[in-house]
């Protein structure tokens, strides 16, 4: 496989809009990078960059320190697999895959070892004689990976491609893509806007806003030590929750106040007095200790071993896990809990954590 380095990267659209903002970040050989942020984020203009789709306005892309700037798609050698699966639906599953092979003017017994090759790694040999419209969604997926796969390509584009799967299907292929990639040693570019993919995906994780990179690191870091807002709400389901207010000086001790909610925090945020922020708390961070909030209850969401509550308190709603056991009902009073060391705190101004 390979190992990919961009540099500087930006794409400008129109003279003004930023598709790509000097986004720099590293691949290592057999890495699974997972690129992810919310629609218009630049993350698949960022994929189409690197696959020669697109033209650079600025910076360099390297595969194995070769400068590939200036290469044509198909001198790339790279395969992208898009999230429409485009196959042909005349062709049954070994035509779809073999197609470019005798593109590329390969001899029979060299298509046929590398489709059956890919065939036995998806699963996919007892239908290599079936046409599309008789395969599930999963399998036609699986189909356009496997034409990436006779390729042996240097290196592996992934843009969205379980978008068109359902539920089940999706976390199916999202264990599969984990096993495929262990099998095949491959280095992987892969493109979501589902944060539950890229976490359980990506080795490393590269989240994206406006076209810019706001975090590079791996799933727990970007959970537990998220950079700035961004990072924090985008990243968990259900979402952070955030109260906006100031951090006070009480005879010494910090203190959160959004009145009349006030919370201590640690000593350390003194430094900070004066300062409006944001204060956020994970769903999964409320325990049985801690500084107290009390709250309105507005909605419970049973989900089998566990329980979500919504509910209200001074003008800001909170979403909190509680255990199964517990039956606040809606309209009540009820308290929740929430470690010091589990606060985050954000500049409201810049965003950055403090």
Known sequence: MAELRLEKVTKIFDHKIYGAKEITFQAKDKEFIVLVGPSGCGKTTTLRLI?????????????????????????????????????YPHMNVYDNMAFALKM????SDEIEKRVKNAADILGLTSFLKRKPAKLSGGQ??????????????RLFLFDEPLSNLDATLRVQMRTELARIHKRLSATIIYVTHDQVEAMTLGQKIIVLKDGEVQQIADPLT???????????????????????GKIE????????VHPPLKLKLKKRFLSSAGKEV???????????DGLEIEIIVDLIQPMGNEKYIYGHCEGITLCARIPPDLYPEPEESFKLKVPQDKIYLFDAQTEKRL
Not at 104 to 107: A, E, L, N, P, T
Not at 249 to 256: H, L, P, S, T
């Open 51 to 87: 696959a020669g789709l697109e033209q650079l306005t600025s910076g360099n892309i390297f595969i194995d320190n070769e400068c590939i700037d200036k290469l044509s798609p198909g001198e790339r050698n790279v395969a992208m697999v898009f999230q429409n699966y485009a196959l």
């Open 104 to 107: 590329r003017g390969y001899d």
């Open 140 to 153: 036609r997926q699986r189909v356009a990976l496997g034409r990436a796969i006779v390729r042996e390509p």
């Open 222 to 244: 970007l959970y537990n030590n998220p950079d700035n807002k961004f990072v924090a709400g985008f990243i968990g389901s259900p979402p952070m929750n955030f109260i906006r």
């Open 249 to 256: 000086n009480n005879n010494g001790e910090a203190i959160f």
């Open 278 to 288: 944001e204060l956020g708390i994970r769903p999964d961070d409320f325990s049985e």
